[in-house]
T-cell receptor, first 111, second 116 residues
Framework: DAKTTQPPSMDCAEGRAANLPCNHSTISGNEYVYWYRQIHSQGPQYIIHGLKNNETNEMASLIITEDRKSSTLILPHATLRDTAVYYCIVRAVYNNNDMRFGAGTRLTVKP | GAVVSQHPSRVICKSGTSVKIECRSLDFQATTMFWYRQFPKQSLMLMATSNEGSKATYEQGVEKDKFLINHASLTLSTLTVASAHPEDSSFYIC????????????FGDGTRLSIL
């Protein structure tokens, strides 16, 4: 599966949109982009995933560039409870590969 | 959404004790389950992958005789840390998903293991 690159940390003001970038320049055609987050001392929580179209759910939006080499996770109105480590993972689904976690981005939402 | 239940959430025991951690998929059949370990301030590291009814596949450097994995049914996998020592103290997290699907892996809430 392709590797991903994320900034180690970001800050965001409460109530503002949090935009978390992810680079996956070696992504191949059958690989999906998944986003998870981990709040301290809990298991990772699934947020959203996509292949090439932009996706939106009740938690976030996922914007994938046309060449699919990067993506952005958008939390539209960040709250203090969104403070967590966010992981961007690329995985080919039609095999048995697991999720491999990088270092992620530590997002701190400030009042 | 899909739920993965992990039990116990915390274990404190003496060195030399064997500890069993259970992972259950509550509302879906998990053909594949994964076990991860996470040390403080580090990311999750995959330990092993198990498919229902077959032997687990361990990552390099993970001792299969120490970390015994059983995936006896489509809803249950267990990790047994045999004769645990203080260096085995860590946060253990299980994950489950439907095989060969774009559906995401879902994770349990983890087990904090402390060996005295």
């Amino acid at each position: 599966d392709a590797k991903t690159t994320q900034p180690p940390s970001m800050d965001c003001a409460e109530g503002r949109a949090a935009n978390l970038p992810c680079n996956h320049s070696t992504i191949s055609g059958n690989e999906y982009v998944y986003w998870y987050r981990q709040i301290h001392s809990q298991g990772p929580q699934y947020i959203i995933h996509g292949l090439k179209n932009n996706e939106t759910n009740e938690m976030a939006s996922l914007i994938i560039t046309e060449d699919r080499k990067s993506s952005t996770l958008i939390l539209p109105h960040a709250t203090l409870r969104d403070t967590a480590v966010y992981y961007c993972i690329v995985r080919a689904v039609y095999n048995n590969n697991d999720m491999r976690f990088g270092a992620g981005t530590r997002l701190t939402v400030k009042p | 959404g899909a739920v993965v239940s992990q039990h116990p959430s915390r274990v404190i025991c003496k060195s030399g004790t064997s500890v069993k951690i259970e992972c259950r998929s509550l509302d879906f059949q998990a053909t594949t389950m994964f076990w991860y370990r996470q040390f403080p301030k580090q990311s999750l590291m995959l330990m092993a992958t198990s498919n229902e009814g077959s032997k687990a596949t361990y990552e390099q450097g993970v001792e299969k005789d120490k970390f015994l994995i059983n995936h006896a049914s489509l809803t249950l996998s267990t990790l047994t840390v045999a004769s645990a020592h203080p260096e085995d103290s860590s946060f253990y997290i299980c994950s489950a998903r439907i095989r060969s699907s774009d559906q995401p892996q879902h994770f349990g809430d983890g087990t904090r293991l402390s060996i005295l």
